[in-house]
């Protein structure tokens, strides 16, 4: 972040931001809740009462915009893509005539020769609430080479999302929204170092910490409930409970319908929670299927059903990537990795960095205003830090900078990791104020949409009933303190995905349509047109290999097959590899089916990377034996794996 440049002219008045033409506010507190989670309240698993999956027959209420397709236009902020509002019946089940969505949608045309021409293919950047329309700005371009321009790319704000009307409307202006999330992420985490250390002897500040824990819990848990009260008490009741993915996965129908594409069947690739929404597509309308590429694979069964062990069990490679992080440091050694040292192993490292966190957790660091941010820095920040890093091996060498400056004092670096990146888009100010004149939403913080957004989305598709004992009414410390502490014992980054599923604890808006399952071929999954295709990393943070192939069982060998890739970071682009890049092209040009495991493997030189050989351009050694399609694809594969935002 080029921080310095900003610092003359951003006017900050007490807590108040004036304008200025480059603002914006990234939290990474809040940054950090890649992917998703929460709930509908109900006694039923399975099928709820959705419609009957009848194959071909056009979506319902969806007649009069069938006939006039998708009305495509020049998008008015980047005039390379093409733009459309696309309206949608609010609820498929029970459609109503004025009861009507509108999808903000985007694409990419394909660049290549008419006869290369492949038709859509739909992608989603996860979440959920991730804003498709501003994901595909930035990453579509780089998606739509490494598939030689064959498909036009298109991607949609999700209902409940960004410029998708109706909004929720729990806060007028996102802004206030902003402002209810920043005192959530000033919580910080409880931080149980007890937990992590190697032994069972609580240092001073730790002591302190687990002390001040309950306090964590109670005033958090009531966070969530001021939330959902936001949402109860001002939003727009019929769009939040026609949010969840049920929901979503019809929108995608009538989209397809729409471009007349349904005989060929959905072209898409999802990541992260779009791999959740690309499942349940698969498990809703198997017969529309035609490519479909799961990219760093959740877990939908725990998702829908038990978002408790959903997050549990998503936390199992975890320690594997922070340990990749510590081992490849140590080996990159001081000119590479800034928290390395002559002959400093990995285990030392990671010493240096639980002593930092204990002595923040005693004496919390004075920052001074660093031109974005200011305050104080917490043992919850490098923890949060660390979280945020591990999705993306791009980020490492900054991580270790900052770390290793917060070491000598200096915790600058580390504050404005997780803190407002900058202050363009955190100010009050119209939603309709935009070049679209439309309702849109600005980032709360750069690599993520809204947090209210995942919310609604995530806490619709679940059992509320798998957090919330039943008969509970108030804010209990005690329950929620139970599965944090379990969390924080899987994981060292386990609080802070625990933060995020309690956010379902109180949401008590029902979804009118949510899919539970079937999700195996013994609880009555129907085949795919074609065999869906799961890849996940085998070290990824947040989206286990232990998911891709419980999910691709659960598919059946008819229906699914398993692409792995020894790597590190979330979904394939985090640590790019030629062979996966190969795999999924030969899988989307002709139909080539990976065998069932087919492992790749990240190519060499991206971990800590000599910046010497970078600044020559030579991003690896065998570069320079690549042909020149070869090289456009792996230049493509380094946009996406330096992009800012992280897929979640
Ligand atoms: C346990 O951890 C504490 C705090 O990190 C340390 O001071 C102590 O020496 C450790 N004890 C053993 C037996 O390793
Ligand atoms: C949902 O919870 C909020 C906050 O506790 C409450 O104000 C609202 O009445 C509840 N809504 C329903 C439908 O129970
Ligand atoms: C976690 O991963 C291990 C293998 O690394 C596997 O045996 C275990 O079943 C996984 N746990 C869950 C909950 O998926
Ligand atoms: C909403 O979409 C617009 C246009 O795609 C984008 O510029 C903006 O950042 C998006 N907002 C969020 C919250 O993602
Ligand atoms: C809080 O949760 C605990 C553990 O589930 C339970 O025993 C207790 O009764 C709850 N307290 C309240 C006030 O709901």
Redesign the pocket.
Known sequence: MDSKGDIENVNLLSNSLVKRNKTRWAIGATLVFLLLQCVVSGPQLLLSPLFTPTSQAPPVGMDSDLASGISWFACP?VTEFDCAFFSVPLSYATPVPDERVSL?L?RYPATAPKDQYLGTLFTNPGGPGG?G??YL?ERGPALSKILSGRYDILSW?PRGV??TTPPLGCYTT?FAEFLQEFKQTQLGLPMSPHYTLANDTLSPGAAAAQAGADEWYLRTDAYYQATVSSCAKNGNSKILSAVSTAHVVQDIRSMLFALGEEDVGLNYWGFSYGTILGATFSAMFPELLHRVLLDGVSDSVTYTRDMYTWGKSGMNDTHLVWEGFLKECAAAGPTRCALAGEGRSAEDIETLVWELEERLLAHPMPVAYTGLNSGILTASDVRLAIFAALYKPFAWPSLAKALAAAISGDGGPLIDMNGFQSLDERRDRDPLDNV?HRY?????SKPV??PLSTEAIMCSDTLRSALLPPGATEPNQTYFRQWAEELALQSPTGENWARWIGRCRWWNVTAAEVYRGPWTKEEGLRKTKFPVVFFSMDADPVTPLSAATSMASGFGKDSATLVINRGYGHCSIAHPSMCVAKTMRAYFFDGVVPEWGTTCTSDPGQLFPDSSVLSQGEHVPHVASMTAEDVEIWEALQTLASSEHNMW
Not at 440 to 444: D, F, V
């Open positions: 902020d903000a985007r804003s329309t501003a700005v704000d960004n410029m996102d679209f849109m939403a600005r980032p709360l949409g809204s």
